[in-house]
């Protein structure tokens, strides 16, 4: 289902990657146990995509263990 994430452009890709985290919640709350699972198939797509294409991609230094261990302090 959906489109191939490979035929996507990088701003379809970006959209249908943050349309999928938004709706995450309801899916996990709400949703059918089909519907919970095609979300994280999908998502698990987009991401593997996206991933391939930006490797790398910027990383925020706030967000490693490091960097949590300088704001524990």
Known sequence: MGVDPRAL???????E???LHQTRSDALFHG?????E????????LERE???RFPD???DPERLRSGAR???L
């Open 38 to 45: 095609r979300h994280t198939s999908r998502t698990e797509e």
């Open 57 to 59: 991609r910027h990383i």
């Open 32 to 36: 059918s146990d089909d519907a919970l």
């Open 17 to 19: 990657l943050r349309h």
């Open 9 to 15: 452009e990088d701003e379809d890709l970006f959209r």
């Open 50 to 52: 996206y991933l391939e």
């Open 70 to 72: 300088m704001r524990g």
